[in-house]
């Protein structure tokens, strides 16, 4: 069976999820995209046949020739394509953030509470990474004890000219804060973040930052993000238990030993590090979406993500502890994290 696919925002990621789409999740078509750059839109079209382009993104959700969505166009845009392909009753994928305030986000939970069912996934793709799954494995079985502290680190090589100001919050820590409430099956209740001496190549963006999340559980989350570190793109990860960790290996095919030294390779950005947890992401979708379901993270882990950066952002400015303050969550999510140990709140 085939999914027919439209694509809003056929930008950096946009194109990725489409060359994706067709060529290696099975059951996926791309049939319509639209970007609010048209030129942009139709150069994307030409590269494949039979494909509609639309100028604006809510006429593509409504085409008939579209069973699925894909919004991967600019965060603040978001909300109002999600909003509409529930509407529509179509399954939709949302890139992160969700949306970019809190009220949005309730109104696409309270959107699909009131369709009766889920139709969003949020793409937090870490959660298909095998080495986070290989991780949530281990706190699963019970081998190193409760999970007691998630250590994160999320450093970028560099980032582009439009990235600024609270974006190692809002578009980098985003993906650490989501992992983490996989990890620990927990909710976060308060944050802390503090900024360090600046990286000199940081210009007004706050690079470092340190970040501290208090989770339901009394856990900690503790997140390093530095988004100009000029060696490449390094993820670490380890959970300390309260009788043994589990990290996140390194992943170099090969150690070279040589003139006194070894090295590995570091990953040169996220599209190579995350690969298998893209195609992973997009599986599920597809699969889902040709069952008129969706599966993976879901529209209340968009909210909790977006209310907690937004707390994050409170935090940087305040220098104080900011506590992190989530609506009641509809039965709709019990599946979440922090749902299945303690219930739906
Ligand atoms: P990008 O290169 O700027 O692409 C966004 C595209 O959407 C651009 O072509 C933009 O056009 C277009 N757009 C803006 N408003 C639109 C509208 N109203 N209707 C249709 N198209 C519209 O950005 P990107 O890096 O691809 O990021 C896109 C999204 O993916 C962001 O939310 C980002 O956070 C997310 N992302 C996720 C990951 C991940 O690891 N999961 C990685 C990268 C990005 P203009 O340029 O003309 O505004």
């Given at each position: 069976m085939t999914v027919n696919v439209g694509v809003i925002g056929v930008g950096m990621i946009g194109q990725e999820h489409i060359r994706r789409l067709m060529t290696t999740v099975p059951g996926a078509k791309v049939v319509a995209v639209s970007d609010v750059d048209e030129a942009r839109a139709r150069e994307a079209a030409s590269f494949l046949s039979g494909i509609q382009v639309y100028a604006l993104g809510e006429d593509l959700i409504l085409a008939?020739?579209?069973?699925a969505v894909i919004v991967a166009s600019w965060g603040p845009t978001h909300a109002a394509f999600v909003l509409a392909a529930i509407k529509a009753g179509k399954p939709v994928f949302c890139e992160?953030?969700?949306?970019?305030?809190e009220a949005d986000c309730s109104a696409i939970l309270d959107a699909e509470a009131a369709f009766g069912r889920r139709l969003v996934q949020v793409g937090f793709m870490r959660r298909f990474d095998p080495q986070y799954l290989a991780m949530k494995e281990t706190i699963r079985s019970g081998a190193?004890?409760?999970?007691?502290i998630f250590q994160s680190g999320h450093r970028n090589a560099s980032v582009p000219a439009h990235y600024t100001g609270d974006m190692a919050l809002t578009d980098t820590a985003v993906h650490d804060i989501d992992i983490g409430r996989f990890l620990l099956d927990d909710e976060p209740v308060a944050i802390t973040v503090r900024a360090p001496r600046r990286n000199s190549r940081a210009g007004d963006v706050a690079d470092p930052l340190m970040t501290l999340i208090d989770m339901r559980s009394g856990a900690l989350v503790s997140i390093e993000t530095s988004v100009h570190i000029a060696y490449g793109y390094d993820i670490r990860g380890e959970v300390i238990g309260e009788s043994g960790t589990v990290s996140l290996a390194d992943r170099s095919e090969v150690v070279v030993r040589t003139n006194g030294a070894f090295m590995g390779r570091v990953p040169p950005d996220w599209r190579e590090r995350f690969a298998p947890a893209f195609d992973g992401e997009f599986r599920a979708f597809i699969a889902a979406a040709g069952e008129g379901r969706v599966a993976g993270p879901s529209a209340w882990d968009g909210y909790v993500a977006t209310v907690t950066t937004l707390a994050g952002v409170k935090a940087l400015k305040t220098g104080k502890r900011e506590t992190i303050k989530l609506r009641h969550r509809p039965a709709l999510y019990v599946s979440s994290p922090g749902a299945s140990a303690r219930g739906v709140d």
């Open positions: 008939r020739e579209v069973e992160k953030p969700l949306a970019t305030t190193i004890g409760a999970p007691l």
